[in-house]
């Protein structure tokens, strides 16, 4: 989005699931700490000189009840070897055989873990190799992450939020770098919900910033954060810079992702097709940066459809994660597809902001859904205005609160298919405008009225700006139910307080409670949902 210039209630312990969830939290810890290798906001020393070493930690993506795909990074080449266990003594393991990593793929790999039990701890530790010289390997990386269940009654919890390193607000070593990922550790979850804007590639890191009270924010930088990303090894170092911050290593280690892009990733208010008249790039083909940029998110992070080795699949962003039978994340791409951000008043709009393919693909998926609850996880709210300059907007609302035009066509025919094909349990998560705030959408207050009513939840930023809240659009008669957000444009972590978003799903009684966090521990608001309905 357009974020590019540089009396809360006291939170409540969060129900737990028996057994899983407080199981082996001293391992739990002890595999975080392991698998640091260090605790300052830079990659760790070499463990073992002249073998292979993985400094930027692990991360497990895209779990299910009998799967998950693991990820790390090597300082030269080497192969990867997992070995995963029911316990942290790693008394018993099972070996996974993964990929030679090289340059080609900036030394990162995944190894696809299959079979394993739901519902459980799963340990694991990554040793890399030396391809010529299988007696020389660096020291192993561990990591925990639990498998989804396989029964109901076993529960959910998960987080969510975005926005990372944004507006110029990097690792900031004084106050303790990212420190929302440490809180959200804490928690347990059983997996992060990634909402976009993972990095800032047109976001410079400089080495200070101002502010307005006279103090001094202070960042980590590096040299691919001195400049926007065009090339792929620019775009392969703003990767590596979260990686150095020790709170999202150690959050990496114990918690899985389900991780999706917005505009940052490539740059502010991209689309498909569009030529820049940015001084500051000299590649002008936004598909050639997307392309680019496409490539290292793929190599950075762990996405089942982002590695489709030997299946003959394109890769995409899109995908259902499942999440045993109370919860699909229905994961959505708002970018990839989406026609060029204009005034957004055009009668017929069959390209909108998912492309007619993903549209269908959805509609498919959500008819074959058998979750109780069917998340939609998108990167750009539905109801709030977002402009891309003066003319343009950026989402999906144009402020125009009559009947649907332009991109809210799409929309109102997802709504409407949801409505008359009956499908219950539809929740919308999303991050993007760097506030945090619960939406209900009613046809009674809607110019649109043939669809049934639904929450949509924000949150966010994780480390980057506050901006205030956007204006609302009535044609999916959205009211704002709660809203947190500065009044004063991009406040920095240091003035503003980082979000993130709660969402506990009960396996008894099958109800979903969202609820929205502050970093510092407070919970502003709660907000339960029954199951088994089509509208809440």
Known sequence: MSRSVPGSSPSTAPASSPGRRNLLRGSLAASAALALGGTGFAAPAFARAGRPHAAWGVQVGDVTASSGLVWVRSDRPARMLVE??????????????????????DFTGTTALRG?????????????VDPDDPRRSGAPVLGTFRT????????????WSGDIA??????????????????????????????GDTIYADGVIQPSVPLPDGRVWRNVTTPEKAKVAETLDEYRGNFRYNLLDHNVRAFNAQVPSVVQWDDHEVRNNWYPGQILDDPRYTEKDVDVLAARASQAFGEYFPVSTLHPRGTGRERRMHRVVRYGPLLDVFVLDMRSYRNANSPGRQADDTTGILGAEQLAWLKRELTASRAVWKVLAADMPIGLVV??????????AQGDPGAPLGRELQIAELLRFVKHRRITGTVWLTADVHYTSAQHYAPERAAFRDFSPFWEFVSGPLAAGGFPANALDATFGPERVFVRAPERANLSPMESPQYFGEVDIDGHSGELTVRLRAEGGTVLFSKVLQPGRVGQ
């Open 387 to 396: 402009p891309d300059g003066a003319a343009n907007f950026e989402a999906i």
């Open 166 to 195: 944004g507006q110029g607000w990097g690792i900031n070593p004084d106050i303790g770098g990212f420190r929302a990922y440490e809180e959200m550790r804490r928690l347990d979850p059983d997996f992060f919900l990634c909402s």
């Open 84 to 105: 995963t266990s029911a316990t942290g003594s790693f008394r018993r393991v099972r070996r996974h055989h993964g990929p030679l990593v090289g340059a080609g793929t």
């Open 116 to 128: 394993l039990p739901a519902g459980e701890q799963i340990h694991y530790r990554v040793t890399l």
């Open 148 to 159: 989804a269940p396989e029964r109901r009654r076993d529960g959910i919890r998960f987080l």
